[in-house]
C-alpha cells in the first residue's frame, strides 16, 4: 500500500502542475496517470478503494502507513528522485 499511495501522490501531483487549460483536462491528465499506477502495481481501482477504505477505518494502521509515504517521498526529494 505504502508503494501505491507514493506513486499516487506523485502523480497527484504531476497532475496539478502541468499546465492544462481546464480543471476537466486536469482531472483526465490525473486519471490516466492513477490508471498506470494501477498498472504497475498489478491492483485495480475497485481493489485499490477497498482496501483504502479498510485502512481509513483502521486510523492507527493508516497512520504507520502515512508515516512511511511520507518518509519515502522525503527520501525521494532528497536524492532528486520525484518525478513530477
Known amino acids: 500500500m505504502v508503494a501505491i499511495l507514493v506513486d499516487i501522490h506523485i502523480a497527484e501531483a504531476r497532475a496539478n502542475r502541468i499546465q492544462l487549460r481546464s480543471y476537466d483536462s486536469i482531472q483526465a491528465y490525473y486519471k490516466k496517470l492513477e490508471a498506470n499506477v494501477y498498472q504497475k502495481h498489478k491492483v485495480d481501482s475497485v481493489t485499490y478503494r477497498k482496501s483504502f477504505r479498510y485502512y481509513m477505518d483502521h ?6 502507513i502515512y508515516t ?3 518518509d519515502s517521498l522525503n527520501v525521494r526529494e532528497k536524492v532528486g ?3 513530477y
Open 81 to 83: 528522485k520525484l518525478d
Open 68 to 70: 512511511a509515504v511520507v
Open 59 to 64: 486510523m492507527k494502521q493508516m497512520d504507520e
